[in-house]
């Protein structure tokens, strides 16, 4: 273990700086409105106040286990009730994932999973074994918070293979336990509550629940089908002086869609115009295949005012690892590692010095990845589009998505429940990524992150049991 | 793009002891400061995390089975019925867990009180949420729980307190009495108990670690918070949990999955071999940190220490200056460095509040959670120290 690389990661930790009293400090201070409804005096206990806000697909799927009913403990005093432990008023949004209900009503059907975005194949040996050495040599304590330093280097290398820039690996790369982490951090870090954001929708769901523990304002722009394209009108309606923040996701999560060069410039040229910071999740910037990858951080006087995050999970198929990064200009980054010193402290050791060696592959690895992947998206779209789905193109990710109409059903979940029960094939309903789920209700993505037979096999299944009204 | 820096960067100060570090990096001190092993993890622990991700367990997954051996140890150690099912959510470490508890029940201008000295962390994960941190201190040299002072710091807008036993820097074990004082004032207050029991494996001298949650009217108010990272010298995995009411639990699970998603899947299944560890493991576990915290005693006696407060549990043994020294803390370590080749961690960081109590500037922590080679290294550079001159500098 290197003195250099281990020394006062927890130490430093002890005065990372001065918190002054709440009355000087107005960060988290001033919750937005939205969640001071009624505020409590200290009784804990409140009579069942639950968080139940579920949406109307859960009523649908009457099968799944939430595990959101207390269960009461054996207890020596049994006069006392055992009410709910009232939590947060910021929980509000906070529920089981849609991932996880479909997973586990998948499995009760026997059901292909084409829901979850994770592969069903492992990640490649020279990562692996990378990591199986470190846990050997002794690398299992605590890493540096803000990351182990040959793996900040290898991150800021990477950063300039793919944009150019050059940026200070010490300074300006902050390591987390996954991109959702980078976001959270990002998010907690340095959104004030009442600060507005927008979010384009469909987006992955965790940023819309991230924004509301940091007591964010959400600004909404859907981007609709066939293209998805930005609608920029609306943009630049929706962007203000007030605006604090935009996240952008390229490629893009549930869609495939990857932001053009022009719809970013105009981005751009609003967020300098306005002084906006830009967020931007590019976790399968590896698999771009129909245009090249754009990070925004690249686009002239952009850095200075983006958090570009990233992870290994996606590129290396090494998805439970948690391994992920936020690339920031210095006074952005401060705030984002002292979120992340209180979210998780440090991130994976052993992982980290694998993750060094995965991200200095060479160019036959990411170039062996996109042809793999394009290959599996052939089988699946062009079964999807055998089966009868109206498939819109989708030009990076993993992820395609499609409109199930054709087939008669309501909407979204109804349509993922008849799949999964009466076909055995697992997509995921979109409407969970819109924050008004009726945008989403024709539309459902499947994943071709998983081995050839297993794509072929689904679409067969589809084939045979799917049938058009 | 300044106007752009938030309240809390506008507030921060270079520290001191980011400036300590660099010294001891310079002088290639012996380093007796953080808060992790440096011997290697236990080998059967390691070879199940290699054959986890030689078997391909590496793709996001939630493994149940540690909730399963969980709710087993607490039946067996602490007399808990635990719901392995709605109970317990697995998190990125101790410190993920206490994050996600904390935004699980804290509400802007919730106060939570905290025990001082204490772990600088907790309090960052309070403000970031909204809360107020409220110091109760401990009273030296024993670190004694008054009970008046405890109640008089309850108020109407007490959330929840946090207490970690054993006791992170003192070495204290909150004594069955002391759990009892606590669980009153959070009955009489309706309070949320967090509890930090990352040494519950680290006691000495035939004490015993006890959860407040089993105190009566307790479990279903507490929050447990712990990890593998001490027990199993694997601070670097990041594999910890919550164990709550299903509520609760609950709530941390979906605030887990928000921030991190899920903790690293090669190192859940090497939990489930470290947590099924037999109980000899545990016994030498204690043993050996006995003898090192034994050795760090007589270390620092040595140089002219007198220890009125032994450890009791933790890694750590927090050590008032000798009365004749008239340096502070941060002096101190520095000359330490400087002189010995020896670094530790000066006290003050560990505590909050009344700036003018004197005695917060004169203790130092020590970690002994290193390997004998490094202790014997430390005893060695204090003998050349001592030996080297009849009245050594850093006594005075």
Redo the contacts between chains.
């Keep these: ?1 290197q ?2 690389e ?15 009293s ?1 009355s ?8 937005s409105k939205h ?2 409804k009624g ?7 409140r009579s069942n106040r ?2 139940s806000n579920y949406p109307s697909f859960m009523a649908t799927i009457s099968s799944l286990s939430t ?5 009461s ?5 049994p006069n ?1 009730t ?10 509000e949004k ?4 849609i991932f996880t209900q479909m997973s586990m009503l998948a499995i009760k059907h026997g059901a292909i999973n084409l829901g ?1 975005g ?3 194949f ?2 490649p040996d020279f990562v ?1 074994e990378a ?2 050495q470190a ?2 040599d ?6 540096r918070g803000y990351g182990v330093p040959d793996f900040n280097n290898a991150i800021a290398a990477r950063f300039k293979k793919d944009t150019g820039l050059v940026i200070d690996p010490e300074k300006e790369v902050t390591v ?3 991109c ?2 980078a976001i ?1 951090a990002t998010m ?3 959104i ?2 009442g600060d507005e954001v927008i979010l384009f929708a469909p987006f992955y769901d ?1 940023y819309e ?2 924004l509301s ?1 940091a007591g964010a304002k959400v600004k909404c722009i859907t981007l609709r089908p066939p293209d998805f394209a930005v609608p920029i009108d609306e943009l630049k309606s929706t962007i203000s002086k007030n605006t604090r923040a935009i996240l952008i996701n390229t490629p893009h999560n549930p869609t495939g869609k990857m932001f053009t060069r022009e719809e970013l410039n105009t981005i751009a040229s609003l967020c300098i115009e306005n ?1 906006v ?1 830009v967020f931007t999740d590019e976790v399968y910037d590896k698999l771009a295949f129909e245009m090249d990858h754009i990070s925004m951080a690249s686009l002239p006087g952009m850095y ?2 983006t958090v570009t995050m990233n992870s290994l999970g996606k590129t290396f ?6 391994i992920g990064w936020a690339i920031a200009p210095p ?2 980054a ?2 984002v590692r ?2 992340h ?11 980290q010095y694998a993750a060094t060696v995965a991200l200095q592959a060479p160019d036959s690895y990411f170039a062996e990845l996109k042809r793999d992947y394009m290959a599996k998206k052939a089988i699946l779209v062009q079964g999807l589009k055998d089966v009868g789905f109206k498939v819109f193109p989708s030009s990076g990710t993993y992820f395609v998505v499609v409109d199930h109409t054709p087939f008669g059903l309501e909407n979204d979940i109804a349509f993922c429940e008849y799949l999964i029960k009466e076909v055995g094939v697992v997509a995921i309903p979109t409407s969970v990524f819109y924050l008004n789920p009726d945008d989403g209700k024709n539309l459902v993505r499947f994943t071709f992150c998983k081995d050839e037979e297993t794509l072929r096999s689904a679409v067969e299944r589809m084939k045979e049991k799917l049938k058009k009204k | ?2 106007g ?6 506008k ?3 270079p ?4 400036e300590l ?1 660099q010294l ?2 310079k002088c ?1 001190a012996i ?1 007796l ?6 011997f ?2 236990p080998p059967c622990i ?1 070879e199940a ?2 054959s986890a ?2 078997n ?6 939630r493994v149940q089975g540690i909730c399963d051996q969980l709710a087993l140890k607490m039946k067996k150690t602490h007399g808990l ?3 392995p ?3 317990i959510a697995i998190c ?2 101790q ?2 867990a206490f ?1 996600a508890a904390i ?7 919730d106060e939570v009180l905290l025990f001082d000295p204490c772990y ?2 907790y ?3 309070i ?4 809360g ?1 941190p409220v110091y109760v201190a401990l009273e030296p040299p024993q670190w004694t729980l008054d009970p008046e002072k405890l109640m008089r710091s309850f ?5 929840a307190i946090v207490l970690n036993s054993p006791h992170n820097p003192t070495g204290k074990v909150f004594s069955r009495d002391e759990l009892e004082i606590i669980a009153e004032g959070c009955r009489r ?4 108990a967090i509890t930090d029991e990352v040494y519950e494996y680290i006691t000495y001298d035939n004490q015993k670690h006890q959860t407040i949650a089993k105190l ?2 307790m ?3 507490t929050i447990i918070t712990s990890s593998l990272s001490k027990t199993f ?6 594999i910890g949990w919550a164990i ?5 639990a ?2 941390i699970q ?2 887990h ?11 859940q299944e090497a939990a489930l071999t470290a947590l099924r560890s037999p109980i000899e493991y545990f016994e030498t576990l204690r043993g050996e940190y006995e003898l090192k915290r034994d050795f760090c005693m007589k270390l620092l006696g040595s140089i002219g220490f007198r220890i009125q407060f032994k450890p009791q549990g933790s890694l750590f043994l927090f050590a008032e200056l000798p009365k004749d020294c008239l340096l502070s803390d941060v002096e101190y370590v520095e000359e330490l460095i400087k002189q010995a080749g020896v670094v530790v ?1 000066p006290g003050r ?2 505590f909050h509040g009344n700036e003018s109590c004197n005695y917060q500037k004169r203790y130092i922590r020590v970690a002994f959670c290193k390997s004998g080679a490094t202790l014997n290294a430390a005893a060695q550079k204090f003998g050349e120290l001592i030996n080297a001159k009849a009245c050594p500098k850093i006594l005075y």
């Design positions: 273990m003195a250099a281990c020394t006062w990661t927890h130490f430093e930790m002890l005065r990372p700086l001065c918190f002054k709440p000087t400090t107005p960060l988290f201070f001033n919750f969640f001071q505020f409590s005096d200290s009784s804990f206990f639950r968080i595990h959101k009913d207390p269960v403990t054996h207890d020596a005093t006392i055992h009410q709910p432990v009232q939590v947060a008023k910021r929980l906070f529920k089981t994932t979850q994770f592969p069903n492992d990640g692996k990591a199986i846990i050997k002794g690398k299992n304590q605590y890493a987390t336990s996954g959702t982490e959270a907690l870090g340095l004030n509550p965790s629940a991230t523990m002084d910071l200075e005012q198929s090494l998805t439970g690892w948690k006074h952005l401060w705030g002292q979120a010193s209180f979210l998780t402290f440090a991130t994976s050791t052993p992982m | 793009m300044e752009k820096l938030s309240s809390v960067a507030n921060f100060t520290s001191s002891i980011q570090s001891a990096q290639n380093n400061a953080e808060g992790f092993p440096d290697p993890a390691k995390a290699v991700i030689n391909d367990f590496n793709q996001y997954r019925n635990v719901n099912l709605t109970d990125c470490g410190s993920e994050a935004f699980s029940i804290i509400n802007q201008g600088e962390t309090e960052g994960c403000t970031l949420a909204g107020i108020t109407s807008r007490t959330k207050w309706d309070c949320v009566p009217g479990q279903e108010r010298s694997v601070t670097g995995w990041r709550a009411p299903a509520s609760a609950s709530a979906n605030i999955i928000r921030i991190t998603d899920s903790a690293p899947a090669p190192f961690v960081g560990f």
